[in-house]
Structure formats: C-alpha cells, structure tokens
C-alpha cells in the first residue's frame, strides 16, 4: 500500500482528554483485561467537526481585525 494514511493515537486522545478534565467519552475505550486502548472513530466526528467551526471562526475574527 503506498498512500499515506493519517490517524489518532488513543493514548493521545486519552492525554488530551486529561488535559481538559474529560473523565468520559464515548469515542474512547480503554479494556483493563487487555490493557487495550481504543477509539471509535464515528464519535470522533462531531468532536472534530465542531472543532473545524471553532477554529474558521477565530481566524475570520482574527482576517477581520
């Protein structure tokens, strides 16, 4: 396969889910038996197309300044 792929790292979802105070979410699993780290990726989308608004607002607030 030669195409580049890009995807998350569920610890480090995990790490910025901590950093904001986040104990719960559903994009994010963690199985103790297995000490496995996962992320469902269909959750994820409301998240990141929230955080795309975010950001095209702030640098039309900052284009406009």
Known sequence: YDKKMYGFVAQEVKAAMD???LDDWAGYAYDDD???HALRLMEM???LVQGWKDLDARIAALEAA
């Open 45 to 47: 989308t409301g998240v």
């Open 34 to 36: 297995n000490d496995t």
């Open 19 to 21: 950093s904001i105070g």
